[in-house]
């Protein structure tokens, strides 16, 4: 019987590379321009390393939600997931693709490191695994959209939106509440955003 005992460190900031992405993203999204930036690749380890891992830490199921707080292959909690940028591909590790919770491992992984994933790092042998280098998924590149407002003073939900961010990034007065005032349909559900949904500001 699997183990789920994935448990991760407070997520640390970026820095470099990091802070230069999102400088440049807030510039464009400041100018109202649409704007994709592309993440740098970094050192990573191969994929049979996160194979194995995800083996001990979920039983290699990569779509798990095990109810006790950690979700996916590599049993991610929220707080490490949405820090270390994994909101970009979808709201928790669970609904990802496989490569897109190793692309959010691998962040983790040069911060933290293999203590990371402490007991199952070591069980597993993936501690002295030599790093590769890699890029983003070929399927779903490593990528950051953002979306300028629509010219009717809307704004179309991007993959991995959520109200308050994007009551914040644009500068809605009043917050998330705001914005489910003047679109009635989310009154019942305000969590359940759909990717390309058109919402008034």
Known sequence: MARYRG???APARFDGAGRAIART??????????????APAASAAPDSAWDRLAQCESGGRWDINTGNGYHGGLQFSPT??????????????YQASRA??????????????????PSCSRQTGVRGEA????????????RVRLSAPTTDGGYVVQRGDTLSRIASAQGVAGGWQAIVEKNPGL????????????LSL
């Open 187 to 198: 009154a019942a559900n305000p969590n359940m955003i759909r990717e390309g949904q058109r």
């Open 80 to 93: 490490t997931w949405r820090g270390f940028g994994g909101g970009e591909f979808a709201p928790v590790a």
């Open 7 to 9: 448990r991760h460190r």
């Open 131 to 142: 790093p590769s280098q890699r890029s983003a998924p070929a399927a779903e590149p490593e």
């Open 100 to 117: 897109e919770q190793i692309v959010v491992a691998e962040r983790v992984l040069a911060v933290q490191g293999w203590n990371a994933w």
């Open 25 to 38: 993203a807030l510039a464009g999204a400041v100018a109202g321009v649409p704007l994709v930036v592309a």
